[in-house]
């Protein structure tokens, strides 16, 4: 019964800002791991950022530097992306785990996953 409910997608220009919101519905884990996944037709998922209960924030190396990933106090993140450029044009989902451990390349570990907002950037 877990729901991630992800918002604040949209179509911007290259060099502009997006600030993505995932918000979690009876997601109670004490220990945890939730990030942004971003997907492209005919590419694989990739890991964009995590952030678990420890203040482990891990990044792909491509955003480094212009998305920055935020929590609350009740389980829901942000993704903070600046410097957008077309390689940022994706659909983007938040997912969320039990337990501390966030490895970007773990898609398979996420077991819960929200359906996703479309980011376009146009240049």
């Known amino acids: 019964q877990v729901q991630l409910v992800e918002s604040g997608g949209g179509s911007v220009q290259a060099g502009g800002s997006l600030r993505l919101s995932c918000v979690s519905y009876?997601?109670?884990?004490?220990?945890?791991?939730m990030a942004w996944f971003r997907q492209v037709p005919g590419k694989e998922r990739e890991g964009v950022a995590a952030i678990n209960s420890a203040n482990y924030r891990p990044y792909t190396d491509s955003v480094k530097g212009r998305f920055t990933i935020s929590q609350d106090n009740v389980k829901n993140i942000y993704l903070q992306m600046n410097s957008l450029n077309a390689d940022d044009t994706a659909m983007y989902y938040c997912?969320?785990?039990?337990?501390?451990?966030?490895?970007?390349?773990?898609?398979?570990?996420?077991?819960?996953w929200g359906q996703g907002t479309q980011v376009t950037v146009s240049s």
């Open positions: 997912a969320a785990k039990r337990g501390t451990y966030c490895s970007l390349r773990s898609i398979d570990d996420f077991e819960y």
């Open positions: 009876g997601f109670s884990a004490s220990t945890y791991c």
